[in-house]
Each structure stands twice: as C-alpha cells, then as structure tokens.
C-alpha cells in the first residue's frame, strides 16, 4: 500500500538550530515526492520537489531510495520558517494521485 | 494562489442536510481534488477529477459526492450519510493529468455541525 509517515507531529528548534523533518514513504513504483508547507493565515504550497534537486528558504530534502525517506533539512532555523510542514508522494497507476502525510508542525524558538 | 476561489470560508450545516462546497479556477488547470483536513491526520483525499465528466473516488469517498461538468468548477456535496463532516476542507488543482506536477490549493472552507 501507498503510505507517507511524518513521525513527528511537533517539532521544536531553537533558532540557528539545525532542522530535520522526516519522511518516509512506502510505494513500489518510482517516487515522485514534494515538501508543501503552510504559514500561518497562507494557503498550502510548495516547497519542494525531489526532481527539482534544488534548495528553496535554505531547506534542501534528498531522496534516500534505500531507506524510502525523503527528510526535509536546513542547517540553520530561522523564526520564519515555523509552519506546518507536509510531505507527498505522487502515484501513478490507472488514475493518477497525491497522497500526504499527517505532517509536522516546526516551531521555531528565539 | 489567487486562481483557485472556494466558497463560503465558513458553513454550518444541520443534521441530517446536504451542503455542497464550491470550489473554482481560472488556472486553466486539467486536474482538480478535494482534501479533508483534520487535526493530526493531514490532508486525507477524498474525490479527484482528471478531465471533465470523469472523477475517481479517493481515500475517504464515502458520505461525499463530486459532479465535473466544466473544467473551472469541481463542487463537493458532503451528504448526509457523512457521519462526522465536521473539518476544514481544500481543494486542489494540478496543470495536467498527472499528479507529479506540484499542486495549487484554495483557501479552504471550514464545515461545522450545528
């Protein structure tokens, strides 16, 4: 069965503090995996995307196809990045959907 | 994302009412989903649509019905036989057919029993 597990549903970093938001999913194709995130009063975006291989607000996230994880990391918190953070799997078969994980909420402390 | 425009913010529904959800774009975007939003589960699919007058059941269809008669408008009817629809709903929309592409969401509307 398709499933992405975020583990921690709150996570909480000092500022300056390196961050780690874990991922790991669970598909028997080829993962296609995003990073969406929601500010406070925003609507849901994107991030990031594997394919992408690109750094985006200093967050950088590595497909790990050994250990089916894609963890979200930035060396250095800073106050705005506290936000409710989701990773997504893409599926393709005979439809085509996304599923998400249960996310996990970053806040940043001063 | 000003392109996607779901209506009302806020709804209230009665027991034993069907209430439908708006949902509109004007990104031209092929595909279109409904998500529930709860506290601690994240985002749960409900129904999506790839092209007009087609759309496929999602992880949590059940109480939920979705029509598709134009590429701009995907409306959700939670229906009575919904138990617990108390929750924030979103829709999204993705340019093709395909999920690999990133999503665009709405605002949301948040559903409450009176």
């Known amino acids: ?110 | 994302d000003g392109g996607i425009t779901q209506s009302p913010k806020y709804l209230f529904r009665k027991e034993g009412q069907n209430v439908t959800l708006s949902c509109e774009q004007n990104l031209n975007h092929d595909a279109m989903y409904w998500y529930r939003q709860d506290p601690g589960q994240g985002l749960r699919l409900i129904y999506y649509s790839q092209i007009v007058n087609d759309f496929q059941k999602g992880d949590i269809a059940e109480g939920y019905s979705v029509s598709r008669e134009k590429k701009e408008s995907f409306p959700l009817t939670v229906t009575s036989a919904q138990k617990n629809p108390t929750a924030f709903y979103l829709c999204g929309t993705t340019p093709g057919t395909y999920s690999n592409q990133p999503q665009h969401f709405g605002d949301g509307t948040r559903l409450s029993i009176l």
């Open chain 1, 1 to 110: 069965a398709q499933r992405v597990t975020q583990p921690e549903k709150l996570l909480s970093v000092f500022k300056g503090a390196p961050v780690e938001l874990k991922c790991n999913y669970s598909y028997s194709g080829s993962p296609e995996l995003f990073w969406y995130v929601q500010y406070s009063r925003q609507r849901l975006q994107l991030l990031l995307r594997h394919i992408s291989r690109e750094s985006i607000k200093g967050f950088t996230a590595d497909l790990n196809k050994g250990e089916t994880s894609f963890h979200l990391k930035k060396p250095f918190a800073q106050e705005e990045d506290s936000a409710m953070y989701y990773c997504a799997l893409s599926v393709i078969s005979s439809a085509s959907k996304i599923i998400f994980g249960s996310g996990t909420r970053l806040s940043i402390r001063p």
